[in-house]
């Protein structure tokens, strides 16, 4: 009790903790999905550290700041209370306190006064059947809960028992609107609304996308993608810009990475524990590989030689399974038409770049100014800016994103995006000049073939790049005004 008490200081008139001043788009998309109430629950999922716990005190603070009577709210930290664990059912017993000692009613009768009750729960995936416990807490009571999670799988699996009563939102690391934010330099708003993947059918998305940036914006726009560049999108790297990315780089480090990889993944099924050092060199060897398709004989071969181990193929996906389930790691599968087996190896695409960064203590610029600096590193960025790209599209919630590997006549093409009935090829071309014919060639056969049913294609660049596309099924899109989407 004491511990719950704790954690709902405005319950005793106390003040919350003190709170960052920038905020997150994401603190807007779950009041917006609250106020809609589309569903009872709302369920914000993405990798550690990304400010998930952050938006969701802000949000709880901007309910109290509105008249919300403070024993409305109830916030349960699921991933810091070890004596939840022992308990049945812990979800429903601390509602059973929380009605009894809180609010001296139940939810139902508070509603009925027209008395909204919202429940917080932080990293429930920590708890053990949480998805039956919140399935039955919806169905029979009049409540809100908001639910954040850092594991993928577990909250995925949580879906099937809440099917029509959550509404889902992906929390990826900062955008350069956000980021933006975070520095004040004013870079416009996002493109794409939170409403799903359904605009991105619509080329005149794309078109807006390509077009040029207002000039007012122009120099404050190049300055973020720098930063960008440099840091990647972690909130830490941005908040505390003044300290050197060396000493963030550790942090990042120690409360990301190392954090998923010594407590999120040590336990296996039955309790089998994982091998850390396994786990730590695929997460480095996936650095290495970023945006790439290596197969799982080649990455075994390369970790027996430093874990000193046998490592087969079938475990090596298994572990990037474990780490694209801690969202660290996008892994980016095959394409599938036409319910034919896929053929290839998966992509390999990281969630943020700054954690390459961190990992490997290896900076690589991606913005003009530092590639012109270090031309030698073109090829590397390019690879990096083509995970960018994936790890931007699979944090659309609903989009289906595959790639597509070279198959006898059709050549390979970086990215699938499927929506509905049609299918948008997206190629990254990350380099100085681009050719016209060569570099849409896959693009090109995409669309032209029939069955894919692809309306236009979109090819990624950098900012500076020269070459005209004169297609016009095609759209040239500068990586910086991509991830203007967000």
Request: charged share 25%; hydrophobic share 40%.
């Amino acid at each position: 009790e004491q511990d719950i008490l704790r954690l709902n200081p405005w319950w005793k008139g106390d003040p919350l903790p003190p709170l960052p001043s920038t905020r997150r788009h994401l603190v807007a998309q779950m009041r917006a999905r609250l106020d809609k109430k589309l569903a009872p629950a709302v369920v914000v999922r993405g990798p550690r550290q990304v400010g998930k716990t952050i938006a969701q005190l802000q949000l709880l603070d901007d309910l109290l700041s509105q008249g919300l009577p403070a024993s409305s709210i109830l916030r349960v930290q699921c991933d810091e209370l070890p004596g939840l664990l022992s308990l049945q059912e812990p979800i429903l017993r601390i509602v059973d306190w929380y009605e009894s000692k809180i609010l001296g009613e139940s939810v139902n009768a508070r509603a009925r006064s027209g008395q909204p009750t919202f429940i917080f729960l932080d990293e429930v995936q920590n708890l053990a059947d949480w998805a039956p416990q919140v399935k039955f807490l919806v169905d029979t009571t009049a409540v809100q809960v908001v639910i954040t999670g850092s594991s993928a799988l577990r909250i995925e699996q949580g879906r099937d028992s809440l099917a029509g009563r959550i509404s889902t939102i992906v929390a990826g690391t900062l955008s350069l609107t956000e980021i933006g934010g975070f520095r004040g330099i004013d870079v416009g708003v996002p493109h794409l609304p939170d409403n799903g993947p359904g605009p991105l059918v619509d080329k005149t998305l794309w078109a807006e996308l390509a077009g040029p940036v207002a000039p007012e914006l122009r120099q404050g726009f190049a300055e973020v993608f720098r930063l960008f560049s440099q840091r990647g999108g972690y909130p830490l790297v941005h908040q505390r810009h003044e300290v050197d990315f060396g000493q963030l780089a550790d942090q990042l480090n120690e409360t990301v990475i190392r954090r998923v990889i010594q407590h999120d993944l040590r336990v296996g099924e039955r309790g089998r524990k994982r091998d850390q050092s396994l786990l730590e060199e695929l997460f480095r060897l996936s650095c290495r590989y970023i945006g790439q398709s290596p197969g799982s004989t080649a990455l075994a071969r390369e970790v027996q030689r430093v874990v000193q181990a046998d490592v087969g193929p079938q475990r090596v996906q298994h572990y990037l399974r474990f780490l694209n389930d801690t969202l660290l790691l996008r892994v980016v599968e095959p394409l599938e038409i036409r319910l034919k087996r896929r053929r290839g190896n998966a992509k390999l695409c990281l969630a943020d770049h700054g954690l390459r960064a961190s990992w490997l203590q290896e900076s690589i610029p991606i913005d003009p100014d530092g590639l012109d600096a270090n031309p030698h590193l073109t090829e590397l960025a390019g690879r990096i800016s083509e995970s960018v790209v994936g790890a931007l599209l699979t944090s659309i919630p609903g989009l289906d994103v595959a790639h597509l590997p070279a198959r006898h006549a059709q050549p390979e093409v970086d990215y699938v995006l499927t929506i509905g009935t049609r299918r948008i090829p997206l190629e990254v071309k990350y380099q100085k000049r681009i050719d016209p014919w060569r570099d849409t060639e896959g693009l090109r056969t995409f669309i032209e073939t029939a069955a894919n049913n692809a309306p236009f294609g979109i090819l990624i660049t950098r900012p500076d790049a020269v070459g005209e596309i004169e297609d016009p099924r095609i759209v040239r899109v500068p990586l910086p005004n991509l991830l203007l989407m967000r």
